[in-house]
């Protein structure tokens, strides 16, 4: 016969049962001699009742007994030698079910750990979640399975134990669930986690500058302050702090430790913001963590490459590189301007030895190419030329956003043949080629990927913040998060690279015209040297007004923008949210340019336009400093700058643009 859960339960419910028929008894027992002392006839049908309770129960406990002994002869039939053996001698917790998961049964140790009796015909997932019968039964093999159960933590392995057929029938399969205590061993390794040490390089990212516009008498005070503050947030966190130069350090700390470091969240960026000897500029620090590297020297690895990455970012922040991956705190201001020219001065004459020793020369930047992009690749392709080189300008005209820029330089003999497809360039392309990447620096952005694969000498040109996604294998990077746009970086390279160099007026107005763009007339992130990179170009022969007419928009694309404003609404207090369903031309300057008069509603700090464009969704971001729009659209995959950024997404409609958008944005905001 087959054994029911009801054979265990009954006889590991004897003691239980011997409690209650007691208790029965003896009230009928007390109830019948009360009743027969007063010679009332009830007394002998009391009695009677009470003889016939205790023969049925007795009869009932035998039958327990020899239904428990054939579950008993069931385990047997079910388990060879080994696992009997196992079965009743293991030190560990240990529980056996039916196929459906039912306690059929389970050792003392079992009942301590789950800390409840009274178990058989439980499920074992209502006592522990983790353990879901099908796991073993569904496996041919040994499943194994971590769990915590309290503060102890167990390796569950699990088998079926199939009945034995050559022994009589009415047998079922059974499953064995054997615990592992791990705790020892899971505290051991959280122990050692906790004591890795993790290295911190700390810059202050302005430190010439800042000191600079300090009065001489207030230098000491100012370094001290910013050193108290930096030991302060080290000794937070138990660190050990080491100065290797006069604007850098070293830290250590422990995991463990690290830990509430992060807690803080860097509250050390703000103090050393906050510190004033009547400092012109705000002192800001850039911090890069390297952590969960296999040794010492791989933490070290990783915290060079976070710094590369902070300051590529424009400071102000802390980065953090944990194995493959970077997370970022911080950055809540703009970049400060360099003043000093010599680092332009260098690139150029580096620029200038690779086109002497190259073949060709592509200049390209990046998809829906814009003012700045085509306006920078125009500027080096004028420095090409000059050095007796070949030159070509990879642009793909139908969805650049500087169409009418291009189509002017096309009608120009110089620049007849300049602008060549993405097939056409790897038609050209050989070994000696050289490739100039401006205005970008995600490879996948390029508008040419494929030439990067087969280029050996790549440089970058860029404005851009930095992100996780970089030209890496560029053999001259030329990265200035702090300057303007790329026009501006080009015309400062253009001063260097070739004695008695001169534009003619439309290449300088098509520089003028990328830095016009994007410092959105000389009002955002125009600091001295963008101001000087104009008069260059203005005493080239730059005219604004021709520079403006670059910029005209048709009837079309004026009420589309008109339309984007009219149906804003409002997020969080602060933000602006708007949308464009239809398609028009140019539609990326469009988005971009409403994106921009949004920020002048009243109490608006950041704005973002959201446009269907074929098979994607285009973000356009913008911002008064206050909202790091690049680290919200960072998390959609996009970048750019704090103050100007942008995101495209695919194969989403706008309504779920809008939802991830909004969440990046309540990530973001809530650090």
Request: aromatic share 8%; hydrophobic share 40%; charged share 25%.
């Amino acid at each position: 016969m087959k054994i029911e859960n009801k054979s265990a339960n009954s006889f590991f419910n004897t003691k239980r049962r011997y409690i209650k028929i007691a208790v029965y008894a003896v009230i009928l027992l007390a109830l019948g001699i009360a009743l027969l002392a007063e010679k009332r006839p009830e007394a002998l049908w009391v009695l009677a009742i009470t003889v016939c309770v205790l023969s049925y129960e007795v009869y009932h406990i035998r039958k327990s007994r020899k239904e428990f002994v054939g579950y008993i002869e069931h385990l047997d039939f079910c388990l060879n030698d080994n696992s009997r053996g196992t079965l009743f001698n293991y030190p560990a917790p240990l529980v056996v079910t039916n196929m459906a998961g039912e306690i059929t049964w389970y050792n003392d140790n079992f009942r301590k750990a789950v800390d409840q009796s009274g178990l058989f015909g439980t499920k074992v997932s209502e006592l522990v979640p983790e353990i879901q019968i099908s796991k073993f039964t569904q496996s041919d093999e040994h499943t194994r399975i971590n769990i915590k159960i309290g503060e102890n933590h167990y390796e569950v392995w699990g088998n079926v134990a199939r009945a034995n057929t050559t022994k009589p029938s009415g047998r079922s399969d059974l499953v064995v669930i054997y615990f592992i205590d791990k705790t020892e061993e899971v505290h051991a390794i959280k122990l050692r986690e906790d004591e890795r040490m993790i290295e911190c390089v700390v810059i202050i990212d302005n430190y010439d500058e800042v000191l600079k516009e300090t009065a001489d008498s207030n230098h000491g005070a100012l370094l001290g302050e910013i050193e108290q503050k930096v030991n302060a947030w080290v000794a937070l966190g138990n660190g050990i702090l080491r100065k290797y130069e006069r604007d850098k350090f070293i830290v250590f700390f422990s995991n463990k430790d690290f830990a509430k470091i992060m807690e803080n969240k860097f509250s050390v960026l703000d103090e050393v913001r906050a510190i004033n000897f009547e400092n012109k500029i705000p002192v800001t620090l850039s911090i890069g963590v390297g952590k969960s590297g296999a040794d010492a020297m791989e933490n070290d690895k990783y915290a060079r490459l976070a710094i590369d990455m902070a300051l590529g970012r424009g400071g102000d922040q802390v980065v953090i590189r944990e194995g493959e991956n970077f997370r970022f705190f911080g950055a809540k201001t703009r970049e400060v301007e360099k003043r000093t020219k010599v680092k332009a001065r260098v690139v150029a004459h580096a620029l200038r030895e690779l086109i002497d020793h190259s073949g060709k020369v592509f200049i390209m930047g990046h998809t829906s190419s814009d003012m700045d992009s085509i306006g920078a690749s125009i500027g080096l392709f004028k420095a090409v030329k000059s050095r007796g080189k070949d030159a070509y300008i990879i642009s793909n005209r139908q969805t650049s956003n500087a169409k009418l820029l291009i189509d002017e330089f096309s009608k120009l003999s110089e620049y007849e043949d300049a602008f060549i497809s993405s097939e056409q360039a790897l038609n050209l392309f050989n070994t000696e080629s050289l490739v100039i990447v401006v205005d970008v620096h995600r490879p996948g952005m390029v508008e040419c990927s494929e030439l990067l694969q087969h280029a050996k000498e790549i440089v970058l040109i860029d404005h851009h913040r930095r992100s996780e996604d970089f030209i890496e294998k560029a053999v001259l990077i030329y990265h200035e998060p702090y300057a303007s746009s790329t026009c501006e970086m080009i015309t400062e390279i253009l001063q260097y690279i070739q004695d008695g160099q001169r534009l003619n007026k439309m290449e300088a107005e098509a520089l003028y015209a990328g830095i016009y763009m994007d410092t959105k007339g000389f009002t955002f992130k125009a600091g001295v040297r963008t101001f000087e990179a104009a008069s260059y170009l203005r005493r080239m022969g730059v005219d604004t007004v021709s520079v403006r007419r670059l910029f005209k928009t048709d009837l079309q694309n004026y009420v589309a923008k008109a339309d984007i404003i009219k149906t804003a609404e409002i997020y969080r207090e602060n933000i602006a949210f708007s949308y464009l369903y239809e398609e028009c031309p140019n539609i990326s300057v469009t988005v971009a340019q409403a994106a921009d008069e949004l920020l002048d509603i009243s109490g608006i700090e950041a704005s973002f336009v959201i446009a269907k464009n074929g098979n994607r969704v285009m973000i356009s971001g913008r911002s008064l400093e206050t909202v790091n729009v690049q680290v919200i659209l960072e998390k959609l995959g996009g970048g750019g700058h704090i103050t100007i950024a942008g995101a495209q997404l695919d194969d989403v409609s706008i309504e779920e643009a809008t939802d991830m958008l909004k969440n990046a944005i309540d990530e973001v905001l809530s650090q």
